[in-house]
């Protein structure tokens, strides 16, 4: 993930940071406590297709 393209996308629900996990391929909004795919390298910014963050995840 291209760290240029982490500094202006933001999570669709709440306009806040994104931040990366390498390991799941996913932006993670810990505010939100959602995870939204990347595909192919690019970012599926899409409420409907985010997952929600498991108590395990969001409190590591």
Same mark, same amino acid.
């Given at each position: 993930?291209?760290?240029?393209?982490?500094?202006?996308? &933001?999570? %669709? #629900?709440?306009? /806040?940071?994104?931040?990366?996990?390498?390991?799941?391929?996913?932006?993670?909004?810990?505010?939100?406590?959602? &995870?939204? %795919? #990347?595909?192919? /390298?690019?970012?599926?910014?899409?409420?409907?297709?985010?997952?929600?963050?498991?108590?395990?995840?969001?409190?590591?």
């Amino acid at each position: 993930m291209d760290h240029r393209l982490l500094e202006i996308v &933001a999570c %669709p #629900v709440c306009n /806040g940071k994104l931040y990366f996990n390498k390991e799941s391929q996913e932006l993670v909004c810990k505010a939100d406590s959602l &995870a939204y %795919p #990347v595909r192919e /390298g690019i970012p599926v910014l899409l409420e409907n297709e985010a997952r929600p963050l498991s108590v395990d995840e969001t409190h590591p």
